[in-house]
C-alpha cells in the first residue's frame, strides 16, 4: 500500500474523533487510500498545536478540516 495521503489528528475520548475516524474510514475503503492516526496526547508539541481543535485532517501534507469531517470535501481533495 502507498503511503496514506490523509493524517488524522485525534485525542482518547474524543466524540468528534470518532465521528472524523467513521468517515475518513469509510473515504478512503471506497477510494483505496489509506490514513494514518495520530493521538496528540503523545506528543507536547502537537498538544500545544492543536489543543482543543481536534480532529484535525490533513490531506497531502495540508490542514484540510478541524472539529468535523466534510466527506463530500474530503472525497473531491483526495481527487484533486
Known sequence: MSTPRITLYTRPGCHLCDAAREVVARVCADMGESFDEVDITTDDE???RFG???PVTFVDGRQHDFWRVDETRL???LRA
Request: hydrophobic share 45%.
Open 52 to 54: 482543543e481543535d481536534i
Open 46 to 48: 502537537l498538544e500545544d
Open 75 to 77: 472525497r473531491a481533495a
